[in-house]
C-alpha cells in the first residue's frame, strides 16, 4: 500500500472540487465545547484546505499540517492570501510547532492515518489551554438504493476498498487508543452533498481506492458510475448523505 503521506498526491485536482465540506454548524458545535475565538487552531492532516477554509471563514488563526507535497500545495493556492492561515510541513507525530502555541487541534478525515500514542503526545505539547481537540469524519450513510449501488460498485470496481472502508472512520479501539481515560464528547451532524454527473465521477476519482485512467479496472468502474447516475438522479443530480461524526475533548496539559 502507497505511504499515507503520499496516498492521495495524484488526486488533489478531484479532492479540492469534489470532496465534501462539512456542515455549517461545525464550527458553532466546537466553540460550544470550549473552542474559543483567540485559541489558534493546528489543523492537522489538513490537505488541500477544506477544514482549514471552514475555521478561517469563522475568524480562527489556522495552522495547516501537511506532509504531502501536492495538496499542501493546493491549499496555499486557496488560502495563502489569508493572514490567518499558516501552511506547514509536518505530520501528526510531529508538526514543527512550538510548544504551546496553539489551542486547539483538528483533525478532519484524517486521524485515522496517524499513530494514536505518538499523535497524542504532539498534541500535549503544542497545545496551552483551552486544550480542545476535535477529531472528525463525514461517513457517507448506506440504506438508499443509490448509496447501496455506490458501496456495491466500490467493492466490485475498486482497488483495496474492502481492507480500508473501516480505517476511514472512527473504531472504538481507535478512539480508545487515542483517548485512554480522557473523557470525550460524541456529536453527529448531517450533512449532504448534491453531484452532478462530472460530480459523481470526480467525487469517486478523489478516493485513493478508485482505479485511475490505465488501470485495468477503470473502465468498469466509471461505467457502473455512469449506470448508476442515470439509474437514480433526480433533475440531473444525486445526493450522497454524510453523518459527519465529531469526538471532541480538552486534553489535560
Avoid: C
Avoid at 492521495?8 to 461545525?26: A, N, W
Avoid at 502555541?101 to 497545545?127: C, K, T
Avoid at 452533498?193 to 477503470?218: C, E, I, N, T, W
Amino acid at each position: 500500500m502507497t505511504d499515507s503521506t503520499e496516498r492521495f498526491g495524484d488526486r488533489v485536482r478531484d479532492y479540492v472540487l469534489h470532496r465534501p465540506r462539512y456542515p455549517k454548524e461545525l464550527v458553532a458545535a466546537l466553540a460550544r465545547e470550549g473552542l474559543t475565538r483567540d485559541a489558534a487552531v493546528a489543523d492537522v492532516g489538513s490537505g488541500t484546505g477544506i477544514s482549514a477554509r471552514m475555521l478561517i471563514d469563522a475568524g480562527y488563526e489556522v495552522f495547516a499540517i501537511e506532509p504531502n507535497g501536492p495538496m499542501r500545495a493546493a491549499a496555499e493556492a486557496e488560502l495563502a492570501g489569508s493572514p490567518l492561515f499558516h501552511s506547514v510541513n509536518g505530520t501528526a507525530e510531529a508538526t514543527t510547532l512550538a510548544a504551546r502555541s496553539v489551542g486547539a487541534v483538528l483533525a478532519a478525515q484524517a486521524f485515522h492515518w496517524f499513530d494514536p500514542p505518538r499523535a497524542l503526545a504532539e498534541m500535549r505539547r503544542i497545545l496551552r489551554a483551552p486544550g480542545v481537540v476535535a477529531l472528525v469524519w463525514n461517513e457517507r450513510r448506506t440504506g438508499t438504493a443509490l448509496l447501496d449501488a455506490y458501496e456495491r460498485a466500490l467493492f466490485e470496481h475498486g482497488l483495496d476498498y474492502g481492507s480500508v472502508r473501516h480505517q476511514d472512520t472512527a473504531s472504538p479501539t481507535m478512539l480508545a487508543s487515542f483517548f485512554g481515560t480522557i473523557p470525550f464528547t460524541t456529536l453527529v451532524l448531517p450533512n449532504a452533498q448534491r453531484l452532478d454527473r462530472a460530480g459523481l465521477f470526480g467525487r469517486a476519482r478523489s478516493s485513493s481506492y478508485v482505479p485511475q485512467k490505465g488501470h485495468s479496472k477503470h473502465d468498469a468502474m466509471m461505467h457502473a458510475l455512469g449506470e448508476l447516475f442515470d439509474r437514480h438522479q433526480t433533475d440531473g443530480h444525486v445526493t450522497f448523505d454524510y453523518d459527519t461524526r465529531v469526538y471532541v475533548a480538552a486534553i489535560p496539559l
